[in-house]
């Protein structure tokens, strides 16, 4: 009984979850189409924190002005004396007339949060930067954010900000100025981090308290997974009550489906819902997810997608068809986006530990201390394994555990992973990569087989083969069989695009191994990097010296970052673009590009390629430009440079473009 219980439960999720309402009924916002940024916003606006401009849109890439900061902040933390700061006048650029005047006044002299800036203005209206953000949420969650910080700005308030996870999914420049979607992520990021205050007593004693940060009016935090917001009320499985009270009503559909927390008040109405985030991924954890029973099968996409069939399929993150699916993968259903998911990752591990129970996880440990979350359709299968026992998991696309089954079932583990320089561990997991704790430096380069087999240690095993053929870069192929649009091609183990690769032919002797896709195109090479990444370089002649006395001439090259000078003897002249290799402190290679002189705009396919003489050229997404008009590097990129105009000039080897020439 409980178990059928449970199936009905489960397929009351799904078909909710696939409901998609205009953003006026779901109390989102119009323009907002990324997933994880409308989670966001709607966790703040759930809370009041964030709204919209009238109109039903949220601006997610318009940069965030320091008022509109101080009003999410002084929102976030709430209190009865905020109204009587409107009239208090700290800054000469913030009269009582303002907007913000009450916000930017308390945060300022209530809480000591943040300062004007030297002139004695606040500057209201100017971007904030993602260094003063940082800093202010620090001090929001840590009363000895100054002393920690070192006193280095912004750089240690952001080491702050990275430790805590305050940060995660925002990486600026601390100058840069930061889009209302980032501080969205900022602000969630808050929701769930460690507050820590420090208190002294009379008798000169200090003690430290840390615990989760709550907003405003939160008292308690219930972890469930999300049914449906339906106008006023939160549906919900695995909490104490299956239904409960919104403070402000919602019917978006962003957050159905997550594992999360509710945030209560004092009468036990939801604040906000904010989604468990995991540990491998950053994504919200789902928990709805079909393993399928045979090739090619539809059996539970229905109650995935609530009856939809004209979902886009993306299997290991290329787009795909129902038809390239295998037995054991692992689909989801992004009702935002109306996509499907599979993966096709599946693990042999050590079962090391579990929270909260073995016969309920909510998360595993495995793989020398890595946590992944559980979807609760897969603790029926992990309910049969207990800690110190092996297992194979099967994973979703953005690493959550679906399901478990035994060593000796068909389901065999595949799982691969790539290995750097520095020996870190990276495992393929669909569309996303994830990070293996431990160094592995013995298989630099490598593409490796993972598995944990019999304690918490990590096993590799090298892996090759796959490929039959060449790889040729300009026509994107690998043998008879075409190069999937985002192929992974690893270099030694070092992600590289096809552009990078300064060979249009790389031997078959090269290719260590391939990976096929389940519509024949190949989605994962790794390359041996000798002549493949070898280490020619492109650039400009920018000075020859001519020394009389010693016979002596020496050339110095700009390539873009840096420039080079050695002796050599070759013929070429100033301005010349170049190919050239060094060794030992000299030249051991350098020739003179090709050159196409006034290539019209019509010649142009997109930014990365040019039809020129009857032949089609690849173009670097790295590709130097070189501006004469400013006798400078043109550093805004192939499109831009098109736009620019003027007299462009292309230079050429081996059939790919290795520098332009734009302007005068």
């Not at 969650?141 to 305050?166: C, F, H, M, N, Q």
């Not at 897969?378 to 026992?389: H, I, T």
């Amino acid at each position: 009984m409980k178990k059928r219980v449970f199936s009905a439960l489960l397929a009351l999720v799904l078909a909710l979850s696939a409901v998609v309402l205009p953003a006026s009924a779901a109390g989102g916002f119009s323009d907002v189409s990324d997933k994880k940024t409308a989670q966001n916003v709607e966790v703040l606006r759930l809370l009041g924190v964030v709204e919209g401009n009238g109109i039903g849109q949220f601006n997610p890439y318009a940069q965030l002005t320091r008022a509109e900061f101080c009003k999410m902040l002084v929102t976030l933390m709430g209190s009865s004396d905020v109204l009587r700061y409107k009239t208090v006048t700290i800054f000469p650029d913030v009269r009582a007339s303002h907007w913000a005047a009450r916000y930017i006044n308390y945060a300022v002299r209530g809480e000591k949060l943040l300062a004007g800036l030297p002139d004695g203005t606040f500057q209201p209206d100017r971007a904030i930067s993602y260094g003063e953000a940082v800093t202010i949420l620090m001090r929001l969650l840590r009363t000895d954010a100054d002393a920690a910080s070192g006193g280095i700005w912004p750089e240690g308030y952001i080491d702050l900000a990275k430790a805590s996870g305050v940060s995660a999914g925002v990486e600026l420049a601390g100058g840069a100025a930061i889009s209302r979607a980032q501080a969205a992520q900022l602000f969630v990021n808050v929701l769930g981090a460690k507050a820590t205050s420090s208190s002294t007593d009379k008798d000169g004693e200090t003690s430290t308290t840390t615990r989760v940060y709550n907003p405003a009016n939160c008292v308690s935090r219930e972890r469930v997974t999300l049914i449906a917001l339906n106008g006023n009320t939160a549906r919900v499985s695995g909490g104490k009550k299956n239904s409960y009270d919104l403070v402000r009503p919602s019917s978006a559909t962003v957050l159905n489906g997550l594992k999360g927390d509710l945030l209560l008040d004092a009468d036990g109405k939801v604040l906000t819902f904010v989604p468990v985030v995991s540990s491998t991924t950053g994504a919200a954890v789902s928990n709805a997810a079909v393993i399928l029973s045979a090739d090619k099968s539809t059996v539970g996409i229905s109650a995935l997608t609530g009856g939809r069939t004209d979902f886009d399929v993306y299997r290991n993150g290329v787009l795909s068809s129902i038809s390239s699916l295998r037995r054991y993968d692992v689909v989801t259903y992004d009702a935002s986006t109306n996509t499907l998911y599979a993966c096709d990752t599946r693990v042999a591990v050590y079962y090391e530990a579990c929270e909260p129970s073995p016969d309920a996880p909510n998360s595993i440990t495995v793989l020398n201390g890595m946590e992944f979350s559980v979807l609760p359709t897969a603790q029926e299968s992990l309910a049969k394994f207990k800690p110190g026992k092996t297992m194979t998991l099967l994973l979703t696309s953005d690493g959550s555990v679906a399901g478990a089954v035994d060593g000796e079932s068909s389901a065999r583990a595949n799982a691969v992973g790539i290995v750097d320089s520095q020996g870190v561990l990276q495992m393929f997991c669909g569309s996303t990569m994830i990070t293996i704790k431990g160094t592995y430096s013995e298989y630099s380069g490598k593409l490796v087989g993972i598995s944990a087999s019999k304690d918490k240690t990590v096993s590799l095993s090298a892996r090759s083969g796959g490929a039959s053929g060449n790889l040729d870069v300009r026509e994107g192929t690998l043998g008879g069989k075409k190069l999937a649009d985002n192929v992974l091609i690893y270099v030694d183990g070092e992600l590289k695009s096809l552009s990078e690769l300064t060979e249009v032919i790389v031997p078959q002797s090269q290719i260590i191994y391939a990976r096929t896709n389940g519509s024949g195109q190949v989605d994962l090479i790794a390359l041996s990097g000798t002549d493949v990444n070898s280490t020619e370089k492109y650039g400009r002649v920018k000075n020859i010296i001519e020394d009389k006395e010693s016979k002596t001439r020496s050339i110095e090259i700009d390539y873009g970052t840096s420039t080079v000078t050695h002796n050599a003897g070759y013929a070429i002249n100033v301005g010349d673009f170049v190919a050239f290799k060094e060794s030992d402190g000299r030249f051991t290679q350098m020739v003179t590009l090709d050159k196409f002189n006034r290539v019209p705009a019509s010649a142009w396919v997109g930014t990365t390629a040019i039809n020129y003489g009857g032949r089609t050229y690849n173009v670097p997404s790295n590709v130097l430009i070189w501006n004469r008009d400013g006798g400078s590097w043109f550093t805004d990129g192939v499109d831009a440079a098109i736009r620019y105009g003027g007299s462009i000039n292309l230079y050429v080897k081996d059939g790919i473009i290795r520098a332009i020439e734009i302007g005068g």
